[in-house]
């Protein structure tokens, strides 16, 4: 187990009772994020790429150097595979309307799986219906699993791409992305991964999962809110045309026309988020203080101890149970509403998420309407777990 | 203002639980002259409120679906204050109660039952399932 990681968040100093159980919606921010952030903004703040004066030149090299630093994360040694965004929302959007919708005709598919975000079914659905092609959703079993079988008979030769995340951020389901991929690529199918929960904890090389693009969030692992990364792969890189249209992307501009730049500076129309780069660049530096399996040791051990913990209870019942979980799991409590539950914890100084986790049909499929969600990072301890329990064992028998 | 986890129970216990339990009319009448939706997408909360009007007089009332307590004790307790008042004057009494639930002070007096979804305001985050049956019916009988 990772022993002190609380003592990185200021948060925790603030509220030391604090039990923080909703990583999945965002992570806590360590001081060496808070601080680079600052110090950017303090001492080194000026636009990028348009000054020619020092503190322009010292703010376009540490931005190009975050670039490289978020493409060796990846395994990656071209920083040019790496866009800046606003988030994993905006990444995605982004491949459906410049790479997917001049590539999608009618009666082609797209395909997608019940465990993903609406982040990662909305573009999609909505292009499908643009186009009158075919939106394809892979469904699970009764646990919360894909079966690949049944994934694989849904690539046909009209499937025109393929999007799923890597972690279910209701279930907790750890899909097995490598596996995936290799299933799409052998027909010729592009795959997107919506990495959003796992981007922080989990390696993704780029070699070892030959992904074609890959969307994250740095307020998911570490870092500031409104940052966000699109990896898309060389070979798609030129497919990849503005959708934003402003300054900075430019060639050439006449009253004629204009010509645009290459990947990835035609997709960062007007001013990025200077501060929110210099963020996720601290961030990645904060998560390479951690072995990434001791990381994912320490989470999988609350999990399982959580999930033991909440059988245990009467009453409680586990939504789902993936064979391989990640640090997130849903419930609900019979008789008690998921708002309420939450609603009772937070009294105790639990912050839980409850609700539909924006995954509808997802929760359709599991025939519940809302779940109250409990989810892991390393700064979380067995103790949190036990006053979890403690509280919804009170809160059960303050009900009846 | 943050209320503690005692007064909370307390009035979970004395008001929102046993309405909760007995909910007023909570029976689907799919055959009601009117029916809507009292929907919350965020949260996936969804009531359906089966009413029938009369001479522009709400005659019987009824509810049906699913949410939390808070909303579910919100429904049963407008149902009730509305059976059998106008439309005009239930017009009136939704603006009074979204009124007072959302400004700071309240200002007016109501019943026990309204005062007890007034000062659950206090109760952070909740304040939208109070509302959520209130605003749908006002917004349904605004539209004329
Ligand atoms: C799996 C998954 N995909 C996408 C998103 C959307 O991320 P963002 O809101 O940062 O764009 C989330 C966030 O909750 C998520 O968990």
Redesign the pocket.
């Known amino acids: 187990m990772l022993k002190n990681t609380k003592t990185y968040f200021p948060i925790f100093k603030k509220y030391p009772d604090l039990v923080y159980l909703d990583s ?2 965002t992570t806590q921010r360590p001081k060496l994020v808070i601080d680079a952030i600052n110090q950017f903004n303090s001492f080194e703040n000026a636009n990028i790429h348009r000054g020619v004066y020092d503190l322009s030149n010292s703010a376009t090299k540490n931005f190009e150097l975050a670039r490289e630093k978020v493409a060796k994360y990846l395994g990656s040694t071209n920083p040019k595979t790496i866009a800046f965004t606003s ?4 990444s995605i959007n982004i491949v459906a309307s410049s790479f997917l919708r001049p590539r999608l005709n009618k009666d082609d598919n797209v395909v997608i799986t019940l465990l993903d ?1 609406h ?2 079914f909305i573009p999609w659905q909505m292009l499908a219906k643009e186009k009158e092609a075919e939106f394809r959703v892979v469904p699970i079993d009764k646990n919360g699993n894909l079966d690949l079988t049944v994934l694989e008979k849904s690539l046909d030769q009209k499937t025109k791409f393929l999007s799923l ?1 890597h972690i279910s ?1 209701s279930l907790g389901t750890t899909t097995d992305i490598g596996e995936i991929i290799a299933l799409a690529h052998k027909k010729n199918i592009p795959v997107m991964i ?1 990495a ?2 796992s981007i922080a904890y989990y390696d993704l090389d780029i070699h070892q999962l030959d992904y074609d693009f890959l969307a994250f ?1 740095g ?2 692992m570490f870092g500031p809110f409104g940052i ?1 990364v699109l990896y898309v792969a060389e070979k798609w890189m030129k497919n990849i045309t503005p959708y934003n249209y402003g300054g900075g992307i430019i060639k050439d501009v006449t009253i004629e026309d204009t010509t645009f730049s290459d990947f990835p500076f035609n997709i960062e129309a007007g001013t990025p988020n200077i501060s929110g780069v210099m963020g996720l660049s601290s961030a990645i530096d904060f998560i390479h203080k951690f072995d990434k399996k001791e990381m994912i040791q320490h989470i999988s051990d609350l999990v399982n101890y959580c999930t033991d913990q909440l059988i245990s209870i009467d009453k409680v019942k586990i939504i789902g149970n993936p064979e391989n979980r990640s640090g997130i799991i849903s419930f609900v409590v019979d008789g008690i509403h998921p708002h309420d539950v939450a609603s009772f914890l937070n009294q105790d100084n639990i912050a839980v998420r409850a609700g539909m986790h ?1 995954t509808q049909p997802l929760l359709a499929a599991m025939n519940t309407s809302a779940t109250v969600r409990v989810s892991f990072s390393i700064y979380n301890e067995r103790k949190e777990v036990d006053q979890l329990k403690n509280s919804l064992v009170e809160l059960i028998k303050f009900w009846s | 203002m943050v209320v503690t986890k005692e007064e909370v129970q307390a009035l979970y216990k004395a008001h929102i639980l046993p309405e909760n339990n007995n909910p007023y009319h909570f029976e689907a009448k799919d055959n009601a002259s009117t029916s809507l939706d009292a929907y919350n997408p965020m949260c996936g909360d969804k009531f359906q409120l089966h009413l029938n009007v009369k001479d522009d007089t709400f005659d019987t009332v009824h509810f049906h679906g699913f949410g939390c307590a808070i909303s579910k004790a919100s429904t049963s307790i407008l149902l009730r204050k509305i059976e059998g008042i106008s439309k005009v004057d239930a017009i009136a009494l939704c603006e009074k109660f979204l009124k007072n639930l959302t400004e700071d002070n309240q200002v007016d007096e109501f019943d026990k039952e309204l005062n007890t979804l007034i000062a659950l305001k206090h109760f952070d985050g909740r304040i939208d399932c109070i509302k959520l049956p209130w605003e749908a019916l006002l917004a349904h009988l605004m539209k004329g």
């Open positions: 999945a919606a988030g994993t929302t905006n975000h982040a990662n995340n951020n919506d959003a929960q969030s307020h998911k966000g924006c």
